[in-house]
């Protein structure tokens, strides 16, 4: 069973710049979930979509949005990007019911420049 | 507000010797709680959970420890080994409204030297 797939690995952006990454679930997963982290920080959550609809979300500016597709794919999409953006963004993935531990994709790197 | 905490940002322990992880919550709330594994430039690895009606779980040398009253939880590593020197994030969970989010700490880096 193939994990779950981020793309780009890495990415460099300009300050003002929009950027939009991508994920792939585990197949059968319905669950996607979108995570920031920076040193210091662990991993703080931005969103979750399930079945195509954004059904939590975190402390993130309205720059950060996402949108799931009917098979579960998943972007994220961040605009006009500031420096203190550079991060690891993770993705992970579950089936969605209770009690289910989620598997992480290997991130996008994001710099900022 | 943390939700979630891991107070000792490091850790270092003698190969062969036992890693304690400690990890303190706020939310009782929480009914689930997980201990996922990272390495440099890859995503984290789930490694063992427990769930609240229950105040241990092992699985191999991985033992995991909840104390409800205390909200505290505790992943011990016996015997550890360099490979498991990694940066260890605890995580929480509640079921609510139909979905589980997780809440992480921000991580404790352990080193296993030999």
């Known amino acids: 069973k193939a994990g779950v797939t981020q793309t780009p690995r890495y990415l460099i952006k300009t300050r003002g710049q929009q950027v939009t990454l991508s994920c792939s679930p585990i197949?059968?997963?319905?669950?996607v979930s979108w995570y920031q982290q920076t040193p210091g920080q662990g991993l703080q959550f931005l969103f979750e979509?399930?079945?195509?609809?954004?059904?939590n979300k975190g402390n993130f500016p309205g720059r950060f949005s996402g949108r799931q597709f009917s098979n579960s794919r998943s972007e994220m999409n961040v605009s006009t990007l500031e420096l203190g953006d550079s991060a690891l963004y993770l993705c992970?993935?579950?089936?969605?019911?209770?009690?289910?531990?989620?598997?992480f994709g290997q991130g996008t790197r994001l710099t900022v420049v | 507000d943390q939700q979630v905490k891991q107070n000792s940002p490091s850790l270092s322990v003698q190969e062969g010797r036992i890693s304690i992880l400690n990890c303190d919550y706020t939310n009782s709330m929480f009914d689930y709680f997980l201990w996922y594994k990272k390495y440099p430039a890859e995503g984290p690895t789930f490694l063992i959970s427990i769930s609240s009606i229950k105040d241990k779980n092992e699985d191999g040398r991985f033992t995991v420890f909840l104390n409800k009253s205390a909200k505290h939880l505790s992943l011990h590593i016996v015997p550890s080994q360099p490979g498991d020197s990694a940066v260890y994030f605890c995580?929480?969970?509640?079921?609510?409204?139909?979905?589980?989010?997780?809440?992480f700490g921000a991580g404790t880096r352990l080193a296993v030297h030999p």
């Open positions: 992970a993935s579950s089936p969605g019911g209770r009690r289910t531990e989620a598997f």
């Open positions: 197949s059968g997963h319905r669950s």
């Open positions: 979509y399930f079945s195509e609809t954004q059904r």
């Open positions: 995580a929480a969970s509640s079921f609510s409204g139909g979905y589980n989010k997780l809440i």
